[in-house]
Nanobody, 122 residues
Framework: QVQLVESGGGLVQPGGSLRLSCAASGRTFSSDAMGWFRQAPGKERECVAVIAGSGVVTYYADSVKGRFTISRDNAKNTVDLQMNSLKPEDTAVYYC???????????????WGQGTQVTVSS
């Protein structure tokens, strides 16, 4: 079973940047499309970005387009999310997870990691 460990979160001022990283272990995930998700207090979990196993980016949520960049390194089994021009509304716990297909934003069945907290506040 794949284990996912997210890191890189923290407290940042509006307009600042953070780079999140997700490390997968347990098996090679180079063929899996991967997504970054976030869940803010009192809100449902939402997908913000998806990247195919090939490295082609297939989805960004409208709310993060032009500010967030998803990337992956299959040799290292990692998926990153570069977040720029952060806004208070980006505050959430961020998770990575495999999705059902390269053009899907639906997570596959399986355990989620602990996530990493991102707080954008002055």
């Amino acid at each position: 079973q794949v284990q996912l460990v997210e890191s890189g979160g923290g407290l940042v001022q509006p307009g600042g940047s953070l780079r999140l990283s997700c490390a997968a272990s347990g098996r090679t995930f180079s063929s899996d499309a991967m997504g970054w998700f976030r869940q803010a207090p009192g809100k449902e979990r939402e997908c913000v970005a998806v990247i195919a196993g090939s490295g082609v980016v297939t989805y960004y949520a409208d709310s993060v387009k032009g500010r967030f960049t998803i990337s992956r390194d299959n040799a290292k089994n990692t998926v990153d999310l570069q977040m720029n021009s952060l806004k208070p509304e980006d505050t959430a716990v961020y998770y990575c997870h495999a999705v059902r297909g390269s053009y899907s934003t639906v997570p596959i069945f399986g355990s989620w990691g602990q996530g990493t907290q991102v707080t954008v506040s002055s």
